[in-house]
C-alpha cells in the first residue's frame, strides 16, 4: 500500500510559478511510474505528466509541455511538478498518483493522493 501526500498548490498570478510536491509513505515508490493528473470544476481527470521509474523518460500533455517539468527523487520517495508560465486554465485541483505503465489514462494508475488546489489568477 502507498500514500500519496500532494503540497505546494495555492493562488499564483498568471504568469507565476508554483512547485508542486507529492510525497510517498508505506512503501518505496522508486520502481513505480508517477504521473500528475488534474480536474477543473465540471471538468474530467486529465493527465498533466509523467516520469519513468529512473526519472529518464517523461511525458507531458500538449498543454503543459515546455512549461511544466516533472522530476523524482527516489531517495526522498518524492515527486515534483514545477510549474512556470502559469495560465488561468490552469487551474485545477493536481493529483499525483502511482502505477506502473506509464499512461494518459488515470484508470492504470493504483495510488492517488487527495489533491492540492491550483488557482490561477488573470
Known amino acids: 500500500q502507498v500514500q500519496l501526500v500532494e503540497s505546494g498548490g495555492g493562488l499564483v498570478q498568471a504568469g507565476g510559478s508554483l512547485r508542486l510536491s507529492c510525497a510517498a509513505s508505506?512503501?518505496?515508490?522508486?520502481?513505480?511510474?508517477m504521473g500528475w493528473f488534474r480536474q477543473a470544476p465540471g471538468k474530467e481527470r486529465e493527465f498533466v505528466a509523467a516520469?519513468?521509474?529512473?526519472?529518464?523518460?517523461?511525458y507531458y500533455a500538449d498543454s503543459v509541455k515546455g512549461r511544466f517539468t516533472i522530476s523524482r527523487a527516489n531517495a526522498k520517495n518524492t515527486v515534483y511538478l514545477q510549474m512556470n508560465s502559469l495560465k488561468p486554465e490552469d487551474t485545477a485541483v493536481y493529483y499525483c498518483a502511482a502505477g506502473f505503465i506509464a499512461t494518459k489514462n488515470p484508470g492504470e494508475y493504483d495510488y492517488w493522493g487527495q489533491g492540492t488546489q491550483v488557482t490561477v489568477s488573470s
Open positions: 508505506g512503501r518505496t515508490i522508486s520502481n513505480s511510474i
Open positions: 516520469i519513468s521509474w529512473s526519472g529518464g523518460s517523461t
